[in-house]
């Protein structure tokens, strides 16, 4: 793109006196920007020469555009990536612009000489706004621009050193350490890993990041096959619920979480225990489960196949009858095992008869053999119902 301006002969000779002293007076901008603009003094990583350059280069093309000359928007382009690259705020570029349109009109207006310059100088003011105006947004846009793949670069960047922590590659402590410094997370507290299912392309923990940073706890997310992993520095142990509660009440599909530890070395083994606990919450649910915090179904998610050959040993001729009479008798079985052995609250919860339990009782006795009221066939039915309910999802949670 160009831009050509108009330019009287007087006004264009005024502009030419400005461009045949353009180094002095990029370096007398960039003092001012300097000074005018705190984000500029501060930058460690621009510096007072790559600034001088950027201020020259943009100040050629403007003047000469103000002389009638095409120009390309080269310059405002470059400066707007250069000021993403060095984290000078997008406010300060564009003010650093308005800045640039001040000093070249007061610059000409110095040169004006007589009245008769003065009065051809206001029609240029315009052109000289206009241009600013064109070349502060070429700038802005690929302010935005650079920013944005920055952005896509940092959390690929990011993604690689959880990753890392994750498959158990950091080495030494001090690699793992040095990861968990480079993503913030690196605190006092305990850690916590998390394994989220993902299902349909549905956000499984909706907001979490912005959740867990409200209460203190800094995480960091990686979309894995089928799953999103987190690993969650909190600031003390006694956050280790709160977060749990957290993850709990945003929870659209089935969350593990493992046991708290101390270093981030020990990342890799805590996703494998994140891993079993969602294997510990039945199909179809949502919900968070903490790894060991049920014994009996972490021992069947940790073997599922000898907890199948179980859960057929003990519930074989049951599991052969039509689905709707198994729901029911295995439905009104685990009611049972969460009321405390209660059949008057099974009942309760049921909303049936207490008899109607206790004749679904004695018919799943007869069908396994084993009765409820025994310890070691009351043991061996809650196993196969955990296996039942984790493998397929066919009761109530």
Same mark, same amino acid.
């Given at each position: $793109? ?10 264009? !000779? ?10 002095? *007076? ?7 920007? $300097? ?22 280069? @943009? ?23 250069? +000021? ?13 612009? %308005? !800045?640039?349109? %001040?000093?070249?009109?007061?610059? *000409? ?11 051809? *100088? ?35 960047? %990011?993604?690689? !050193? ?21 993503? +913030? ?16 392309? !549905?956000?499984?923990?909706? #907001? ?54 101390? #270093?981030?070395? @020990? ?15 039945? *199909? ?59 059949t008057t609250r099974a009942a309760e919860r049921l909303?049936?008869?207490? @008899? ?5 009782? @004695? ?25 039942? %309910? ?8």
């Amino acid at each position: $793109m160009t831009t050509e301006l108009r330019a009287d002969e007087r006004i264009a !000779m005024l502009v030419g006196r400005l461009l045949g002293e353009v180094d002095s *007076l990029a370096e007398e901008l960039t003092t001012e920007i $300097m000074s005018g603009e705190h984000s500029y003094a501060e930058s460690t990583l621009l510096g007072h020469d790559r600034l001088r350059t950027a201020v020259r280069d @943009n100040l050629l093309t403007l003047l000469t555009a103000l002389q009638g000359r095409p120009t390309t928007l080269d310059a405002p382009r470059a400066a707007g990536r250069l +000021k993403a690259e060095q984290g000078i705020p997008l406010a300060a570029l564009l003010h650093a612009y %308005r !800045m640039a349109g %001040r000093f070249i009109w007061d610059r *000409l207006h110095a040169l004006s000489a007589d009245a008769e310059n003065a009065a051809q *100088l206001l029609l240029i003011a315009s052109d000289i706004w206009g241009a600013i105006d064109e070349y502060s947004s070429a700038a802005a846009e690929a302010y935005r621009t650079t920013v944005e793949v920055q952005a896509r670069r940092d959390t690929a960047a %990011r993604s690689v !050193m959880l990753a890392t922590l994750l498959d158990g590659r950091a080495g030494t402590s001090a690699g793992a350490w040095e990861i968990a410094r480079v993503l +913030k997370l690196d605190r006092q507290g305990p850690f916590l890993v998390v394994s989220a299912e993902t299902q349909d392309g !549905m956000e499984p923990l909706p #907001s979490v990041e912005a959740r867990l940073r409200a209460i203190g706890i800094g995480s960091e997310w990686i979309p894995q096959i089928g799953v999103l992993v987190g690993l969650l520095a909190l600031p003390n142990e006694q956050t280790i619920t709160t977060a749990v509660d957290q993850l709990t009440d945003v929870a659209l599909s089935r969350v593990g979480v493992s046991r708290p530890f101390t #270093s981030p070395v @020990n990342a890799s083994a805590a996703w494998r225990e994140a891993q079993l606990a969602v294997q510990c919450l039945p *199909l179809g649910t949502n919900g968070t489960h903490v790894y060991g915090s049920s014994p009996i179904a972490l021992l069947a998610a940790a073997s599922p196949d000898t907890a199948a050959e179980v859960a057929q040993a003990v519930l074989g001729p049951l599991r052969a009858l039509p689905e709707a009479e198994q729901i029911t008798l295995l439905e009104t079985l685990h009611t049972w095992f969460a009321s405390g052995g209660s059949t008057t609250r099974a009942a309760e919860r049921l909303h049936c008869h207490r @008899n109607t339990v206790l004749y679904r009782l @004695n018919r799943i006795a007869e069908l396994t053999g084993r009765r409820t009221t025994e310890a070691e066939s009351s043991a061996e039915l809650y196993i196969a119902l955990q296996t039942v %309910r984790l493998g397929s999802g066919a009761t109530t949670a």
